[in-house]
């Protein structure tokens, strides 16, 4: 995705578990919300029309409604009579607002009709155009949401008959000349989400039946289904009984998920990806985080403000490291949390928090988060998934795999506080996680050490010196000489921890937590962070959005790039403006920059290759296929120089043979 949202992707009901798995999660429906709504879709002129009502039993005397901004023509009524508050200023994502509806008098039902219209073609996740048609429900209100309440109910879509609707529940089809009618009821607790598009089904038998819908015919879709069904194996054993009846994955333009700023999304039982990340090979930390928020996001939703993105980003990161670390074994999963998967989102790591750390972009990774922040979700995606991992290391995983088994088993289709998470998990561990919580979750920075002493023969004595607030940590202390390497465990507390140990052969050296289970800082990684200060302010504010901030900072940074750029800061600069300039239209500019990237004296082999494609897709738009050709074979020498399986070399192959998706 590789844009940092990618944490969202949407998944439908399509595959029919028939391995031994748990049965699914219920929850009782009686006393949701009940909605009956008829949405008209016309994708030319990007209108989204909808009228409906919503029962809501036992609603109290306040009753709290969000809606996107976006919006309009708003009329609402509801018996018994109410009044409606002005909006609130809308929140960061979607734009959402929320109003507030003070009942006359008490009830035990209100019912509310309401209609809108809005004619945005795209927001935070939500498009309507003619490449394609969606709106996720769990990031923006494009239906008047009872946060953080699921609901059941009747929705009938109405729209051009060409396109093909996913939309979870039980759908049936009409069609009346141009326009189809598609019914969707939700009998089980749902947040409403959709998608259309022109779409091809493909299936694929097998212990667990699954549908693809796919743009065009995707000879290797099927690589894709089974690399899901070895997700899902996984992740069941680590969350839970997969919650939905089915499973499919839907593909949509890359046009119309950057629109709506992102690649992938994640929705009750169905998830979508974009095409240009179904150019690329099968991605098991893509795939792992996105099927993950089928349990943390969608089966769980989020009660309150604190807690950040812990449980909905950070969880469904920990299932894709899960994922990694069973499918691919310790040495990828240590690759993983040090810099990153390959071909996956490298800020999404140890080092990618702490070159933000360096960088000043730092806060509590369960700080309080209003409405959507790009820093929460960052910070959910790679501190908390190595303070995730962390806990899970400290608990043992099989009572941390028990707790999360019964929080989505008790919590099913509702809300969950974060708050609610640490009881239930000391409940496993059978012992208080006070600090291991205090010092990972509730304040900022990460430990750093160094070791005071020589190794004398066989034995290796001195102190572990903790600089800035220390922590209290259980650490592997590895002992290496030339007649191989033993871990040993040494408990740090305070500033100064000394230590004695003693291994079978001389010791050559010692290496505090030499596989990186605990994220911590080495003079390696601080050095490149602070070097790599610019790079990442100016990345944050575009991925932020902030396109002003963002080319102001790129600009500024490389006025002042060190004359020994041994990290590849110019690199950096260059191809981050670059891609900034390519999409605000700037193509000129974005050739420019891009080739100074290429020119750089110092290029970071992971990223040379996705320079190489951006340049392809600047020809491709302007119908250079000679220059298409040419940056697509520098793409695939680049990646095989690498020594990695980037997805980069089969991007640009995608492109030659089918042009920009």
Not at 33 to 56: C, F, N, S
Not at 429 to 440: E, I, M, Y
Not at 617 to 640: G, K, L, M, N, P
Request: hydrophobic share 45%.
């Amino acid at each position: 995705m590789k844009y940092f949202v990618i944490a969202l992707a949407m998944f439908v009901s399509a595959c029919r578990a028939t391995s031994p798995m748990a049965a699914r999660p219920t929850a009782p429906i009686a006393r949701l919300p009940r909605y009956t709504m008829d949405i008209a879709l016309v994708p030319a002129t990007h209108e989204l029309r909808v009228t409906g009502t919503v029962v809501i039993p036992a609603p109290g005397k306040v009753i709290r409604l969000q809606l996107m901004e976006a919006m309009t023509e708003l009329e609402l009524t509801s018996t018994p009579p109410g009044t409606l508050s002005a909006a609130s200023p809308p929140l960061p994502g979607a734009g959402n607002v929320e109003r507030t509806l003070t009942l006359a008098v008490p009830a035990p039902e209100v019912t509310i009709r309401f209609s809108y219209v809005a004619h945005t073609p795209s927001t935070f996740v939500y498009h309507i155009a003619e490449d394609a048609m969606f709106a996720g429900g769990p990031t923006s209100a494009w239906y008047p949401q009872l946060t953080p309440e699921k609901a059941t109910g009747t929705l009938r879509y109405h729209y051009p008959a060409r396109y093909r609707m996913i939309a979870g529940g039980a759908a049936t089809d009409r069609v009346a000349g141009a326009i189809r009618t598609t019914t969707v009821v939700y009998t089980a607790p749902a947040t409403f989400s959709f998608v259309a598009a022109e779409l091809v089904e493909r299936t694929r038998s097998g212990a667990v039946a699954m549908r693809a819908y796919v743009l065009r015919d995707r000879p290797g879709i099927d690589a894709y289904l089974d690399g899901c069904s070895r997700v899902l194996g996984v992740l069941t054993r680590e969350f839970g009984a997969f919650p939905y009846e089915g499973f499919a994955l839907v593909e949509l333009p890359t046009s119309a998920t950057s629109a709506a700023g992102f690649s992938g999304a994640s929705f009750e039982g169905f998830m979508v990806a974009n095409s240009a990340s179904l150019d690329e090979p099968f991605n098991l930390a893509y795939f792992g985080h996105e099927i993950g928020h089928q349990w943390w996001g969608n089966l769980i939703t989020q009660r309150g403000e604190d807690g950040g993105m812990l449980t909905s980003e950070g969880l469904s990161q920990y299932g894709s490291l899960r994922v990694v670390e069973e499918l691919e074994g310790a040495a990828a999963a240590e690759g993983y949390r040090r810099s990153g998967y390959p071909g996956y989102i490298d800020t999404q790591s140890g080092q990618g928090y702490l070159r933000n750390a360096a960088a000043g972009i730092d806060e509590p990774v369960a700080a309080a988060s209003h409405g959507y922040s790009a820093i929460t979700h960052l910070l959910a995606n790679s501190k908390g998934l190595l303070a995730l991992d962390h806990l899970s290391r400290v608990v043992g995983r099989e009572r941390f795999r028990a707790a999360l088994h019964e929080i989505t088993r008790r919590f099913a289709f509702q809300a969950f506080a974060w708050s609610e998470l640490r009881p239930i998990v000391e409940a496993h561990a059978g012992r208080d996680l006070g600090t291991t919580f205090a010092q990972w979750f509730e304040r900022t920075g990460a430990p750093e050490w160094t070791i005071e002493g020589t190794p004398s023969g066989r034995t290796a004595r001195g102190v572990i010196v903790q600089h800035g607030a220390p922590y209290h940590l259980d650490v592997d202390v590895a002992l290496v000489g030339a007649g191989g390497s033993v871990i040993r465990r040494v408990t740090i507390d305070g500033p100064r921890t000394p230590f004695a140990l003693d291994a079978p052969f001389d010791i050559e050296r010692v290496e505090l937590d030499p596989q990186f289970t605990i994220l911590h800082w080495t003079p390696a990684y601080r050095a490149e962070a602070e070097a790599l200060v610019d790079v990442t302010r100016a990345s944050a504010k575009r991925l932020a959005g902030d396109t002003a901030a963002a080319a102001a900072l790129y600009v500024a940074g490389l006025a002042r790039v060190p004359q020994d750029d041994r990290h590849g800061v110019r690199f950096l600069l260059e191809a981050g403006y670059g891609r900034l300039l390519r999409a605000t239209g700037d193509l000129a500019q974005a050739k420019e920059h891009l080739a100074a990237a290429v020119a750089a004296p110092v290029r970071p082999a992971d990223k040379l290759p996705w320079v190489y494609v951006s340049l392809a897709q600047i020809a491709s738009t302007e119908h250079d296929r000679d220059a298409v050709a040419r940056y697509a074979r520098a793409a695939e020498q680049a990646e095989h120089a690498s020594g990695q399986t980037l997805g980069a070399a089969a991007a640009a192959a995608a492109l030659l043979e089918h042009g920009e998706p």
